[in-house]
């Protein structure tokens, strides 16, 4: 079965929301409450808010510098020998 193009971006539009609006009320509003409430059960401790974003942002700019390095890699044209 093929997803056409409008669900599979309604899908990865209501995935990144409902990500980025976890991210913000663990960022944002956890700090205020207190630390014996309940709501803390469904987040991580505080430390990964810095740890998850930058590993990710590590590997992003790893991965699109391998990509440019190989597509540089592949794009060189032998050199002809004149003589």
């Known amino acids: 079965m093929e997803l056409g193009d409008r669900t599979v971006g309604f899908l990865l539009l209501v995935f990144?929301?409902?990500l980025f609006s976890y991210y913000t009320?663990?960022?944002v509003i956890t700090?205020?409450?207190d630390s014996?409430?309940?709501?803390?059960l469904y987040f991580p401790a505080r430390e990964f808010a810095i740890i998850i974003p930058v590993l990710a942002g590590v590997l992003?700019?790893?991965?699109?510098a391998i990509f440019i390095g190989v597509v540089i890699l592949r794009s060189r044209k032998p050199k002809s020998r004149a003589g």
Not at 36 to 40: M, Q, S, Y
Not at 60 to 64: D, G, I, K, N
Request: charge should be negative; charged fraction near 5%.
């Open 16 to 18: 990144s929301l409902s």
């Open 25 to 27: 009320f663990w960022v």
């Open 31 to 33: 700090p205020f409450v």
């Open 36 to 40: 014996d409430h309940f709501i803390h």
């Open 60 to 64: 992003l700019l790893s991965f699109v």
